[in-house]
């Protein structure tokens, strides 16, 4: 009953709390909500609402290849949004396609959340040269682009692994590359906020009773530093969708035959102009409109946890 009770408390004050207000009273922040959990959903439902399964070979048949939308000429329900040039359901290869596209981002963010959070702690409370040395390999990378990082990552993972691995550890390969580009951001708001809480009488009480460092930067400091943590991630969650679709445009993201949103978009690019547009432009929708909410989010994320801006 306990572990209830606090449960129906914390929904008590979160439904009355100024966050939840805010939410309720920006519409546009409604619309994001719900369009980002309608994808995300599809994405996880996509065995059960699929039409096809796009990776089982029995039902590919290049005979129904480029098979326009239902509503155009030609077109046929067992292909809603048309198919590709290998005769995939081009809705089917969407929701599984937007499925893998948000397991990258999301691991790669949990990833570069965790690298970044903990340097920052570390910078943050020890200063001196542990601190100088982080921050410096920190100022270094920000000088580079996100997308260079990753695309270096990227060939160095294809020139160390054996030929026949790349396509069954790329997807791993681009949360690595993605990850170890985004975690600057991490660290250095962290390693701020660290910077104002060592100094606090809490944190000096613990010093004096003896506590260790590890547990005061685990136990007393991180929590009250996760508040802009959660802004960054939900931020750096569209650049990672984005970067993992850039990455698989540009040919050196998933294989041809894990599709995420990038590759069909790549796919599709090839036949724009020879008039199966269809190929490009619905993964290219979903993409857009994924990206689109998630950024909204954040922003009002980022206006909902900051007093000064209520």
Do not use: C
């Not at 959070?117 to 100088?132: K, R």
């Not at 991630?233 to 035959?257: H, K, Y």
């Not at 599709?259 to 619905?282: A, H, K, M, N, Y």
């Amino acid at each position: 009953m306990n572990i209830i009770t606090r449960v129906q408390d914390s929904l008590f004050r979160f439904f009355d709390g100024d966050v939840w207000y805010s939410f309720t009273q920006s519409k546009t922040t409604i619309v994001a909500a719900i369009v980002t959990v309608i994808l995300m959903l599809a994405s996880l439902l996509a065995p059960f609402i699929s039409v096809h399964n796009p990776f089982d070979p029995t039902n590919l048949n290049l005979m129904d290849s480029f098979t326009p939308p239902v509503w155009a000429e030609d077109g046929r329900w067992a292909f809603p949004l048309g198919s590709d040039d290998q005769g995939r359901d081009l809705y089917s290869t969407i929701l599984y396609g937007s499925r893998l596209s948000l397991f990258i981002g999301f691991a790669s963010v949990a990833f570069s959340m965790t690298l970044g959070v903990s340097l920052g702690l570390i910078a943050g409370y020890l200063g001196g040269s542990v601190d100088a040395f982080i921050m410096r390999v920190a100022d270094i990378q920000i000088s580079f682009p996100g997308i260079l990082i990753a695309l270096l990552i990227d060939g160095l993972a294809r020139a160390l692994l054996p030929g026949e691995s790349h396509d069954e550890v790329m997807v791993y390969v681009l949360i690595l590359a993605i990850g170890l580009s985004q975690w600057v951001n991490f660290a250095r708001t962290v390693r701020g906020s660290t910077m104002v809480e060592r100094n606090k009488e809490y944190v000096q009480a613990a010093r004096v009773i003896g506590v260790s460092r590890l547990f005061i930067m685990v136990r007393h400091i991180m929590p009250n530093v996760m508040g802009p943590v959660l802004v960054i991630a939900t931020i750096s969650l569209a650049v990672a969708i984005l970067s993992e679709a850039s990455l698989s445009f540009l040919g050196v993201g998933v294989p041809p035959t894990q599709p995420s949103l990038g590759t069909l978009i790549r796919i599709g690019q090839d036949f724009l102009f020879s008039g199966e547009w269809w190929i490009v432009i619905f993964p290219g929708i979903t993409l857009a409109a994924l990206v689109l909410a998630v950024n909204l989010l954040g922003d009002w994320l980022r206006d909902a946890l900051n007093p000064k801006l209520r």
